[in-house]
């Protein structure tokens, strides 16, 4: 009986393709994307959609600008050791009245990051192993500190995937990922939690460039 039933089966799958039926909405396969870039600035949606989602946006003119509130950020927490693993950022940090360190994650008060895209429409960060010392800077430190630039603002993800495609045409990093806030979930008793798989707190510190 139940040989009967397959044969029944896979003479209904011949007979839909020897005979196709069109798709009723032809037009819905269309490469166009669903959502509209905005007509503002991609600085202001990105930083409205950020800090929705309980980030903590920043907007420096400079490099100079960048040092000056990375200053303020750090005395004002009263941090002493920063975890930053990307020589290009230690160099520009160096200045910093905190200690640098590239190993011990575990004791460190915050991680400093670079990015690969700021995504405008979800608010989101999108990062890769190249700056995350392989997987970790943005997950287990409790506030993670994320420096982009201007150049560096997209307005979907596809795009943003375009411009990590772009620059590792030959291989790309074996971890990409989105970052959209901190870490918050609502499945202990529908009460919203904030850092449970993650960081506490997400900065986002947008420096304008020349590009």
């Known amino acids: 009986m139940a040989t009967t039933a397959k044969e029944n089966i896979l003479k209904k799958i011949r007979q839909a393709l020897a005979q196709p039926v069109p798709v009723p909405f032809p037009q819905s396969e269309g490469n166009d994307s669903v959502y509209k870039a905005s007509k503002q600035e991609l600085e202001i949606e990105f930083a409205e959609n950020f800090t929705s989602l309980l980030g903590k946006f920043s907007f420096c003119m ?88 201007t150049s560096q603002l997209v307005y979907d993800i596809k795009d943003a995937l375009q411009l990590v495609k772009e620059k590792y045409p030959e291989q790309l990093p074996s971890l990409i990922s989105l970052a959209t806030g901190p870490s918050r979930t609502a499945d202990i008793e529908k009460t919203l939690v904030v850092g449970v798989h993650g960081p506490k707190e997400v900065f986002c510190f947008l420096v304008e460039d020349s590009m």
């Not at 050791?81 to 290009?88: D, G, K």
């Open 62 to 149: 400079n490099e100079q600008e960048l040092e000056s509130q990375l200053q303020l950020l750090i005395n004002t927490r009263k941090w002493k050791s920063v975890f930053c693993s990307e020589p290009s950022l230690k160099s520009s940090l160096a200045a910093l009245p905190v200690e640098l360190q590239e190993n011990d994650l575990n004791h460190c008060d915050a991680s400093i990051t670079a990015c690969e895209a700021l995504v405008a429409r979800t608010g989101s960060l999108l990062l890769s192993s190249v700056q995350q010392n392989g997987r970790t800077a943005s997950i287990y430190a409790p506030v993670h500190i994320c420096i982009a630039y």
